[in-house]
């Protein structure tokens, strides 16, 4: 099986409906959330059985879709008697809007029957892009570095200024209307509380979750402070923590710790918060830095999922205040520090530590200005966003 997890409105449905249509397999797709769906599992029914004798020319179906089965009582054991019933002649496609490798203690195993991939929102490379990603790039970061900067191209700052003001997800990118984007975020919220969150928590009193998403933007891009939060909100430490983890689910943020191995008087519980949709940000500085973390929180998800590594990114903050936004891991070794800026300025003294004491690595400074190539002596780089993020 293959399970695609990614945020509400960011593609999963119409990529399985695309692929299931590519393989004339468009009748095998059950969406979980639809009540007749559920009504004919309760009475026994076998859907891939049943949508075999709707198309009789078909001799099996090689493709089979369950979309937002995650929100069934027990549906791991529900997936794992439709697999091993069909592991012979069905290959599974299972979509959701949660995490579904956070349910991996509830109800049966599904161990060895499935990979994990995320759907994110659009990137830069994706709408500027026209050949395919070259994962074996990969292994060297400045091998990675220097195919950005090989990228000359200016066209990309363009379409980079539409991806700050409309979001990444398909609907408001291609609509590219302030309005629209304000309608669909009031709506995906509303739908938020209604459904993923009744669905999938056992959270009393929802609202408050959507109260706690209105707040969050004003502290993107600093340590979060869940004390202050709960004054705000004036409920429990453990109440914030589990609001937290339900929009963390949900995909509707992600969370970043603090790199503390190699630097002495590290944070170690700090913990950064960033939203899959950066348009939430009024701050210029703020949005710009979230919608970098999103790009490299992507790129981290396309190379492990690809089983090329394990990487993961966190960010740097030691006791004096001293910070990087982003540091990328490679199966656990530092590989690759980036820092956000909004123009053209001189990197931090407190960078070039941390990047020696972590051995070495590159340090680059994405810049959202357009037009910034500088090549360091220290490993050291000052780089376009529009050219960095889209080669």
């Known amino acids: 099986m293959r399970f ?5 409105q960011s593609g999963k449905t119409t990529l399985a ?3 299931l249509d590519a393989e004339s397999c468009s009748v095998a797709y059950w969406n979980w959330d639809q009540r007749d769906i559920k009504i004919k599992h309760a009475k026994g029914v076998d859907l891939i059985r049943e949508s075999r004798a709707i198309s009789p020319s078909q001799k099996h179906i090689q493709w089979a879709c369950f979309d937002e089965i995650h929100k069934m009582p027990k549906w791991k054991n529900i997936l794992k008697s439709y697999f091993d019933a069909y592991e012979d002649s069905v290959r599974f496609l299972i979509t959701g809007s949660a995490r579904l490798d956070l349910f991996r203690k509830s109800g049966d195993s599904l161990a060895g029957r499935y990979f994990l991939f995320h759907l994110l929102p659009l990137n830069l490379f994706e709408l500027t892009r026209k050949s395919e990603v070259e994962l074996e790039h990969c292994v060297s970061a400045s091998d990675f570095i220097q195919r950005r900067i090989a990228h000359t191209r200016h066209s990309d700052q363009s379409t980079m200024e539409a991806l700050l003001a409309y979001s990444g997800f398909p609907e408001p990118f291609f609509h590219a209307d302030a309005s629209f984007l304000r309608l669909w975020q009031r709506d995906g919220l509303d739908r ?4 993923d969150l009744r669905d999938l928590t056992r959270i009393a009193h929802l ?7 209105t707040l969050l933007p004003a502290r993107i891009g600093s340590p979060l402070s869940v004390n202050s939060l709960r004054g705000d909100l004036e409920v429990s430490h453990e109440a914030i923590r589990n609001y937290l983890d339900a929009l963390r689910l949900c995909y509707v943020l ?3 710790c603090v790199y503390t191995k190699k630097i002495n008087r590290s944070l170690k519980k700090e913990r950064k918060v960033y939203f899959f949709d950066w348009t939430r940000m009024p701050d210029l500085g703020k949005q710009f830095e979230n919608y970098v973390a999103v790009e490299l929180f992507g790129w981290t998800m ?7 590594g394990t990487f993961e990114l966190q ?12 540091l990328i891991l490679k199966n656990r070794e530092p590989w690759l520090l980036i820092e956000a800026k909004l123009k053209d300025e001189p990197l931090a003294p407190h960078l070039y530590h941390f990047a020696s004491v972590l051995g070495g690595i590159p340090l680059v400074q994405i810049v959202k200005e357009e037009g910034v190539l500088h ?17």
């Open 192 to 195: 938020l509380v209604r459904e």
């Open 315 to 326: 960010y740097i903050k030691n006791r004096k205040g001293q910070e990087c936004d982003f």
């Open 302 to 308: 396309l190379w492990s999922d690809s089983g090329i």
């Open 207 to 213: 609202e408050n979750v959507a109260t706690l998403v």
């Open 254 to 256: 992600f969370e970043l």
């Open 4 to 8: 695609i997890a990614g945020p509400r």
């Open 375 to 391: 090549v360091g002596k220290q490993n050291d780089y000052k780089i376009s966003a529009s050219r960095f993020l889209s080669a």
């Open 17 to 19: 409906k695309a692929h």
